[in-house]
């Protein structure tokens, strides 16, 4: 029997076709959460409106788009309890999530625990693409210290988010998990864990352009050089380059056909959003 309480909160933005999905799979799992915490970041569709049909689910609105920096910040602050768990707004749960995450906190005071999440939509190719190259998971065996843990699915002490100065407020869209990681791993004292057992499924559905502006956003902004330059977008850009070649030579011996288009679309579309947010910057 689970002692101890736990909150979870969810960053959402324009995220009506998912977000239910997200709740219910909250509200079945084996062992209670405390409190359940939406933090809609200015959405403009109908996000608010379907939170507000299940109860007991505390809605925090922000006036205007603060990113997922700022809303992890406000989800962990506001949080009654001490043990806080996050998922993403396209996210659902397994019924046992909590139950497998929780037995980690029965030893350790200072802890962050990420589950293993897989993409649910792979019959979409861009989608399967996207598992292949951008799984958000470190795959069948749990174990301690992973390179980061992945923001989607993340249980931790309050105590380990004030020992850290919270999360990056300049990391709007994604990037934010790996910088908080890092600045975990100077303390010595804190216990990181990645559990496989933990499991959830993502819901996100992508096109091309969605996928590329995906892709863009997670090297862009997670890379050690966060300001754009000419630099930094000559760097990310060969890098790309070198991911088409390596990708598409493996697809070519599968016969991965689809995928060698998807990589040499990604590579286009990478290189001209870098040089456009260099551009924008420079003004």
Known sequence: MNTKSVSIYIPAYNAEKTIRNSLESIKNQTIPFDEIIV???NSTDFTKNIVKEFN???IISNSVNKGLGYNRNLGVKTSSHQIVTSIDADVVLEKDWLEIMIKNFEQHQDIIC???MIEELTKNRFNAWRAKYYSQNWGDTS???PPFLFGCNTIQTKSVWETVGGYDENL????????YTNKIKLHNHINIKYCSDALSKHLQDD?????SSRVWRYHSFGYKMKKPSIYKTFKLSIKQIKFFF???VKNLIKLEFNFIFINFAILIKFILLEHSYYKKFKK
Do not use: A
């Open 172 to 179: 709007l869209t994604n990037g934010e998990d790996i910088d």
């Open 246 to 248: 390596k990708r598409s």
């Open 39 to 41: 933090i809609d970041d």
């Open 114 to 116: 990420g589950g293993k």
């Open 143 to 145: 174990f301690d210290d």
């Open 56 to 58: 007991n689910v505390n």
């Open 207 to 211: 096109n091309l352009d969605s996928l």
